[in-house]
């Protein structure tokens, strides 16, 4: 198709480039009639362009639309060459004061908490960088897209309007001068023109709704049969949905329909198919049939091509227009002319109103185009901004009502420039007062809401999916009208007041619909059978909760009922409660319960249960406290109950109804709190002499009283005004203290002590078990401060004038009745009646009216008499014919009750304050002399106590004294008893701690890890217990094989070259480490232990578990069983094989005799390179046909054997069965981690791999341990030390469950990379191998061929040769690859020995390389660079020989701080000045360096042809982290997805590995790996991390951890607020910093190989991680 098409388009190509902007301009100046001229030119030109194949070619169209069409418009709109009009426009022009940049999705927005009038005016990063507001406090959220900067907008900020950029335009703001004076008259004609005829087409074009036949202005002369099927986005079907359809209806792959289905989601349509009528009609039937059954169809559309192409340049314009008045404000308000102009047809016939009202009809790629055009034209110019908005509100309830049926989210829907429009003070107050917009909101609110039930309320139909939907659209509503009333006015005028008004009496209208909706009915019969509705109610209260009092507040700034009336309602609530509370409801189901939790909760509370409070307070204010404690007693039904007399003796005699008396205690209980709560509750400015700051302070004491509290935590336990702000700031600082956070966990405020005074244990806002928390705290507190355990209620600000009267309820006479029936039922105890917490409410109303007589006392004035007499009433007995005892009498009796244990020190304190107030009142009317007198001899009362208690704490003292002694004399007695007890269990310690410390005791003399000087070590035994059956085993050889559960996975921690990929792991030989160690092996163990026969029986029932379970569920587990993994038995650690643990294997096999005389380097090497040269000739013979025998039996003979060499001998394995077993499973779990390959155990590479984790292993605890700063034999953690142990001795033992002569094999090949033998021909060049990874693998293949030989030589030897050789191949290597500059530091040319041995070697290396080496002449940098360089090196052998062979670390090792560099030597038995080693060996190393330096490579390295690793490599590290998040989420903002041209990525995400930015969680950035689809994150965890990978989620800021496709969980980021808490979705927009401990526990985990553990834990306990399809993000 394509090559068809080919020549056509260059055909096309030459009429289009031959068309010139400037003739065609000079056309239209000429023309008399301009617009036929230019639509003429469109009709031609613009189909030529646009759509003609089956894919667009963006670049080439709007390459050619700019040359064809839009050049001539420049040419004509200029006069002359646009390059240089345009740039005089812009000179001419002045800089706006208005930032107006319309934010991108995800960019990162700022509101300051303290100068934005609203929390919906932002600055772009830009601005705010440059403001005042980066020092106040701001929020930081990201943009949906769509917003634009509030920058230079003086009605959006209280102070600092003006960054530091646009601060500078502001000098020359005249009065509102009228921008088109920069410009010319004929520009402005022109202009005028043009803008006029290309805005109307590109409204008429988008508008167009016929499918098939253009405008007639625009109509082609011949016409084509070709047709695009267009599919169209919305919002109700899912992508699988559309990919499935379309693979179906036009039949294309999948990858093809996930871009379809891409563009359409981001676009909002896309074609799916070119081509005549007939074939895209009918790929349209499929698509509507495939989509209807469930909901409507996909909408789809048969298009004539050249409407597409006309629609597709109608955008084109917008967006040109959009950049062109860009270069001048003129242009801007010529645009903005033209669109407002009222077209023939009257109202709403301006270009802007027809976009506007065809809104919901068009597709979301057309409309974020127009509505981008609307707001970089009519919002940026203010005198058209006013006219905007009085269309928009015109238009406002028809643009709802499209909203509400429209499915495209909010943020495409032009309604949402309202949040632009109404939130600018000015604009809203004109728009009320004109086009009186607010009735206009509630009204379409109230129309959207039609069902009403008889009474007129609202009626909400089931809570259906689709209903819920609408009713979410129809709440944006009340966020226009919250925004309409966020600024309050400052100076009424008489039409605002009105409107006001009229707006004020809908709203009225709409809570009359509300008062009393969803009434409730108790159940007695059986219980409820359809739960009612109540969420709508519910969710339109919370809604409306700030307009309700932001209405209040604007009536409050412009400045009869009967009490019962007042209270009727609220008290009907509140008994409602009661009764639930009570029980009494149980049969109402859930609804009811769940509508009561939100009357209090704190998004409800303040227009629900605080106002209820309020206005029975007012209520009660005015009546008489009896009259209105007689209603409370028959609301609640309590009245017959106290009325009774000995009802409590009564009830006790009748033991029927249980329930009834719970009842009723519950509702007694909940009177009294109620009681408590009228007269208590005074911090409602208004109600209480207070302010709102006492208010907060009182939420915050009693929040933090239940348990000190994160700030978010308190955040959210306040209610929140309609800025979304608390007030909390202000206050938090007077009440508590705030304390850092450390590694985990958040920062936490704590209760300042002294506020604990405070504390009202009946709180109103407290729930249940919040005051239950509290008290228990609280009392909890007091104990530690051994202060009593008394709770007494705080002492009270006192009431307004108006209040003042609710006091007298305490001392009525009702009250004190209900306060004497229940002491009284308490003083009788009998069971049932009364209840603790009646008790407590009722000392609690004492201890209250005690508080406020001692106040109304100490506040009197001169000549007043306080008329609050309550210490007088509760000292009088009871009334005849029962005369009870007085109140007082019974608290009296009450203080020694044995059941009253906890309230004794409540009672102790009523009666305090009792005589406190007395003595008060006596002083005032007696003479002062007899209160002296009372205080003397309390006083002394005091002091006997005091010295009392003293005495006996002495005695007690003494007696405790007494008895120690007593105790350690026998116990010493005893000891000398039994002496040779002791003596046995004391040694017995020692030999235990010994075996733990693994280092039995070895003489103090220097020790030698390694070669014939090894220090000896005594054998010592282990015994370990198995985690599975408890049973004790020694390890030996021959018994059953213990194991240690084992995780080994593939690791690029080291990595110097991430890009490296193995192409086909069948095929790949890992006998060289390469020293970038692009990838390695990692072994890492829990160190836990079991019966090798246990683990496997183990195993079994977990994988038929997963087999079962498979059958049931499809849900990933946290570890996978066809991958062989398991999790621990004992700390459910993630692992997937077991390593056996074996005693130190060289011992094993070290058990010949052998001859003192052992060879030296030199000897050594002539003896293996000659046995290795015989076993060659053997392999070949071999594998020769046998018909050459008669040959080949002479060519043997002459084949001398080295002396006592026996290739023909094969050693014993000296291992059980079970053991071999497990060397053999390790081994091929290795393999098939290491490799990537099916297990195999036959394969050559097992031993390979074997090796390669060892080395690997170790290498990464080196750095660890030296990133850390710690001395290289710092005590492990245990769990390490046995891993690396277990580890070292596997490798070395794994050889004798290998074939031999592969083992031999691989020794030859590693052997012949540093001695070159005459058949190894591809070897690595010395620069291309990890020195320590070859001898991990010479040292423990050699035993391999050692055991063949009888000649005396032993295996140590062999070890220190090996070192030795590739030792001096490091230094070597060091030499070649240390680039260092000589700078003028030269340590006063120190010639030692060692210096100027290093020269030596060096001058030998420069000449062996011809001369290719720099010429150096510091012998010192030399040193230094070699000494640094092979650190690294040294330490991994010693603790490579150290697990080897047992030789504990020398003592001095093991201390920190220095550089252990000789005792390393000493350790290694290397001598100190390790250039001795070249010259004890000249000769061979003569030779030996020769060869290396003769590699075709290292010539290639020294002229500058390749690169090579230099020494010491240095550590990997996370990426650097900008102090600041939100650099973070810029840098985020900027990132396009890399496949869907130019398009944002939706969840931007980080690498932190190697800080790579990639499109997460989207069907474009999918790719295929091992045959599925797998999202960005997951494919790029294996090429950067080999499986494992650190991302940070930008938007979310969320660290991710992914290991493998199916396992993920989310981390806590390294970012943190002031508070000290992460704020994981940026939820709560405050400003946020690096962390840089956190960042570096992230670092560690990643160090330690710890990161698929740590998923393994948090996926164990957290299962809903486990449903998380991980390898989409």
């Known amino acids: 198709m394509a090559s068809e098409l080919e020549p056509e388009v260059q055909g096309l190509d030459r009429s289009l480039l031959e068309c010139s902007a400037e003739e065609t301009a000079g056309k239209w100046l000429q023309a008399t009639d301009l617009t036929r001229e230019v639509n003429q030119h469109l009709a031609h030109y613009v189909p030529k362009i646009y759509c003609r194949g089956p894919n667009p070619f963006p670049q080439k169209e709007d390459m050619l639309a700019h040359q064809v069409l839009l050049g001539p418009m420049e040419w004509y709109l200029c006069g002359e060459d646009p390059e240089l009009g345009f740039s005089k426009l812009e000179q001419t022009n002045k800089p706006s004061h208005l930032c107006g940049r319309v934010f991108k ?93 290309m805005f109307r087409y590109a409204v008429e074009i988008l508008t167009w709704e016929k499918e098939s036949e253009l405008p007639p202005d625009l109509e082609m002369v011949e016409k084509s049969d070709t047709y695009y099927c267009m599919l169209f986005n919305d919002e109700v079907h899912t992508y699988e949905q559309v990919i499935y359809t379309l693979q179906k209806a036009v039949n294309c792959t999948q990858k093809e329909a996930i871009g379809f289905a891409t563009t359409v989601d981001r676009d909002g349509r896309r074609s799916v198919r070119y081509g005549d009528f007939q074939y895209c009609e009918q790929a349209k039937s499929v698509i509507v049939r495939n989509t209807s059954r469930q909901t409507k169809p996909l909408k789809v559309q048969v298009m004539h091509s050249s409407i597409v192409a006309h629609q597709n340049f109608g955008l084109k314009l917008l967006s040109w227009l959009g950049s062109i008045i860009g270069y001048s404000d003129g242009l801007r308000r010529i645009l903005c002319q033209v669109g407002l102009q009222e077209g023939p047809n009257g109202e709403n016939s301006s270009l802007v109103d027809r976009l506007m009202l065809s809104d919901s009809k068009l597709w979301k790629g057309a409309r974020s185009v127009y509505h981008q055009l609307f707001m970089s034209s009519l919002l940026m110019d203010l005198k058209y901004k006013k006219l905007f908005a009085v269309r928009f509100a015109k238009n406002y309830e028809r643009l709802q009502s499209d909203y509400v049926t429209d499915d495209h989210d909010r943020e495409f829907s032009i309604a949402d420039l309202s949040v632009q429009i109404f939130t600018v003070p000015s604009l809203a107050r004109m728009l009320i007062t004109e086009e009186n917009l607010m009735t206009i909101i509630i009204k379409t609110f109230m129309d959207h809401l039609r069902h009403r039930d008889a009474q007129g309320r609202f009626q909400f139909e089931r809570y259906t999916a689709l209903q819920a939907f609408k009713f979410r659209r129809v709440q944006s509503l009340i966020l226009d009208l919250k925004y309409v009333l966020i600024s309050k006015p400052t100076e009424w005028s008489d039409d605002l007041r009105q409107k006001f008004l009229e707006g004020f009496d809908a709203f009225l209208e709409l809570l009359k619909c509300m008062q009393g909706m969803d009434p409730v009915t108790r159940q007695v019969g059986q219980h409820i059978e359809m739960e009612p509705e109540w969420e709508a109610a519910f969710t339109l209260q919370m809604k409306l909760t700030h307009v309700i009092s932001m209405m209040q507040d604007w009536c409050a700034l412009d400045s009869e009922l009967s009490p019962p009336m007042l209270i009727e309602h609220p008290l009907r609530c509140l008994v409602l409660c009661a009764q639930v509370h009570a029980g009494m409801w149980r049969r109402n189901g859930f609804s009811l319960v769940n509508q009561i939790y939100y009357y209090h909760n704190v998004k409800c509370r303040r227009e629900m249960f605080d106002k209820d409070i309020v206005m029975l307070q007012t209520g009660v204010s005015m009546m008489d406290p009896n009259h209105f404690l007689m209603i409370m007693l028959s609301r609640f039904e309590l009245h017959q109950i106290f009325s009774t007399p000995d009802y409590g003796k009564k009830i006790s005699s009748e033991t029927t109804h249980k329930d009834l008396v719970q009842q009723n205690n519950t509702l007694i209980e909940e009177m009294l709190y109620l009681i408590i709560m009228l007269v208590g509750e005074r911090f409602s400015p208004g109600v209480g002499q207070v302010n709102a700051t006492d208010e907060i302070k009182r939420e915050i004491i009693h929040q933090l009283s239940i348990k000190p509290m994160a700030h978010s935590e308190l955040v959210k336990s306040l209610p929140e005004d309609e800025n979304k702000e608390t007030g909390m700031e202000s206050v938090i600082e007077a009440v508590a203290h705030f304390k850092k956070p450390g590694l985990t966990g958040r920062g936490m405020y704590e209760l300042k002590p002294e506020c604990a005074k405070e504390f009202n244990l009946y709180f109103y806002h407290f729930s249940r078990a919040e005051q239950s928390k509290a008290e228990e705290a609280q009392r909890k507190l007091k104990r530690q401060n051994k202060e009593d355990t008394a709770l007494p209620p705080p002492v009270l600000p006192p009431f307004c004038p108006l209040f003042a009267s609710l006091v007298n309820i305490l001392q009525s006479d009702v009250m004190l009745l209900i306060m004497r029936t229940v002491l009284q039922w308490t003083v009788e105890h009998n069971g049932h009646v009364w209840s603790e917490s009646m008790l407590q409410r009722v000392l609690h109303l004492i201890g209250m009216a005690l508080q406020e007589e001692k106040q109304h006392l100490e506040n009197v004035m001169e000549e007043h008499v306080v008329t609050f007499t309550f210490t007088q009433k509760i000292s009088k007995p009871g009334e005849a014919p029962h005369n009870s005892p007085s109140i007082l009498a019974m608290l009296e009796t009450l203080q020694n009750a044995p059941y009253l244990e906890v309230h004794k020190d409540m009672i102790k304190w009523i009666l305090k304050t009792f005589n406190a107030i007395k003595k008060i009142r006596e002083s005032s009317s007696t003479s002062p002399v007899a209160e002296t007198e009372g205080t003397i001899m309390e006083e002394s009362s005091r002091d006997k106590d005091k010295a009392e208690r003293k005495r006996k704490a002495e005695i007690a003292r003494l007696r405790r004294e007494k008895i120690m002694a007593q105790m350690s004399e026998m116990q010493r007695h005893f000891i000398d008893e039994n002496k040779e007890l002791f003596q046995q269990t004391l040694e017995l310690d020692a030999s235990i701690s010994a075996v733990l410390d693994n280092s039995p005791m070895v003489s103090d003399t220097t020790r030698t890890a390694l070669g014939p000087a090894q220090t000896p070590v005594p054998e010592q035994r282990q015994f370990v217990t198995c985690i599975l059956c408890q049973e004790e085993q020694e390890v030996k050889v021959e018994s059953r094989a213990m194991v240690l559960a084992a995780f080994v996975q593939r690791s690029t921690v080291l990595s110097k070259n991430r890009s490296k990929f193995i192409q086909d792991p069948e095929k790949y030989d890992p006998l060289f480490m390469h020293p970038d160690l692009s990838c390695g092996t990692h072994t890492g163990s829990c160190g836990h232990i079991m019966h090798a026969h246990c683990w496997q029986r183990y195993f079994d029932s977990v994988q038929a578990k997963e087999q079962r379970r498979q059958q049931r569920l499809r849900l990933h587990t946290s570890y996978d069983v066809e991958n062989g993994e398991f999790l621990c038995p004992l700390c459910e650690c993630l692992s997937n094989t077991v390593i056996p643990l074996l005693l130190p294997p060289r011992n094993i096999f070290n058990s010949r005799l052998h001859f003192s005389d052992q060879p030296n380097l030199t000897q050594w090497i002539r003896t293996i390179s000659q046995q290795i040269k015989a076993l060659q000739v053997l392999r070949k013979e071999e594998n020769t046909p046998n018909t050459a025998l008669s040959k080949n039996l002479e060519n043997v003979d002459e084949l001398q054997l080295p002396e006592g060499f026996r290739p023909d001998f094969h050693p014993k394995n000296p291992y059980s069965e079970s053991i071999k077993e497990m060397l053999t499973t390790f081994g091929t779990a290795t393999y098939k981690v290491g490799l990537k390959v099916h297990p195999n155990e036959e394969d050559p590479r097992v031993p390979i791999m074997c090796w390669g984790s060892c080395a690997y292993t170790i290498q990464s605890i080196e750095r660890i341990l030296n990133d850390e700063d710690k001395p290289l034999f710092s005590p492990l953690p245990c769990r390490l030390d046995d891993c690396l142990r277990s580890l070292t001795r596997f490798a070395a033992a794994h050889w004798t469950v290998a074939s031999l002569s592969v083992v031999q094999g691989h020794f030859c090949k590693l052997f012949a990379s540093l001695v070159p033998g005459d058949n190894h021909g591809d070897l690595p060049c010395i620069l291309d191998i ?80 011809g001369s290719a080496l720099k010429e150096m002449h510091s012998g010192w940098h030399l040193l230094r660079n070699v000494r640094a360089g092979i650190m690294p090196f040294l330490r991994c052998s010693a603790l490579f020989f150290h697990y080897l062979n047992g030789v504990p670390s020398p003592p001095e090792i093991q201390a920190s701080g220095t550089s252990h ?120 965890t294996y090429s950067c991390g080999s499986g494992v990978g650190i991302f940070l989620r930008v938007r979310e800021c969320q660290v991710l951890f992914l290991a493998g496709k199916t396992k993920g969980c989310f981390y806590s980021p390294p970012y943190l607020d002031d508070y000290g808490e992460t704020d994981q979705g940026l939820r709560r927009g405050n400003p946020l910093h690096l962390c840089r401990e956190r960042f570096k526990k992230i670092q560690k985990l990643w160090h330690q190989h710890s990161i698929t553990e740590e998923i393994g834990h948090a996926q164990e306990a957290n299962q809903t991680l486990v449903g998380i399809d991980w390898q989409h993000l």
């Open 105 to 197: 999705v995800g960019e990162p927005t700022y509101s300051c908490r303290d100068c934005a009038v609203d929390p919906t005016c932002v600055l772009c990063m830009e601005c705010f960088l440059g403001s005042i507001h980066r020092d106040h406090r701001y929020r930081m959220t990201t943009s949906g897209g769509g917003g634009f900067c509030d920058c230079g907008d003086t009605e959006a900020w209280k102070e600092g309007p003006y960054c530091q950029k646009h601060e500078l335009n502001t000098s020359e703001i005249e009065e509102e001068e009228d921008p088109l004076v920069h410009l010319s008259e004929d520009v402005i004609a022109r202009t005028y023109n043009i803008f006029a005829i």
């Open 1330 to 1409: 990890d020195m320590f990874h070859l001898l991990v693998g010479l040292v423990l293949a050699f035993p391999a061929l050692q055991c063949q030989d009888f000649s005396g030589i032993s295996l140590g030897t062999g070890d220190l040769h090996i070192f030795h050789l590739v030792t001096m191949a490091h230094i070597i290597q060091i030499l070649l690859t240390s680039c260092t500059e000589e700078n003028g530091m030269d340590q006063e040319n120190a010639s030692g020995e060692e210096e100027l041995a290093v020269l030596a070697l060096y001058k030998t290396l420069h000449q062996y390389t």
């Open 1461 to 1580: 560099f000789e005792h390393l030597c000493n350790y290694l038995s290397l001598p100190n000045n390790f250039i001795c080693l070249f010259q004890e060996n000249k000769e061979i190393m003569k030779l030996l360096i020769e060869s290396w330096c003769h590699n075709i490579e290292v010539k290639r390295y020294l002229e500058g042809e390749r690169d090579a690793i230099s020494y010491p490599r240095e550590s990997n590290k996370l990426i650097d982290l900008p102090e600041d998040y939100s650099s973070l989420i810029n840098q985020a903002s900027n990132f396009l997805c890399p496949k869907s041209g130019g398009d944002k990525s939706r969840a931007p995400t980080l690498c932190l590995v190697c800080g790579t930015l990639l499109c997460s969680q989207s069907y474009c950035c999918q790719t295929e790996l091992e045959g599925e689809d797998v999202g960005a994150c997951t494919a790029h």
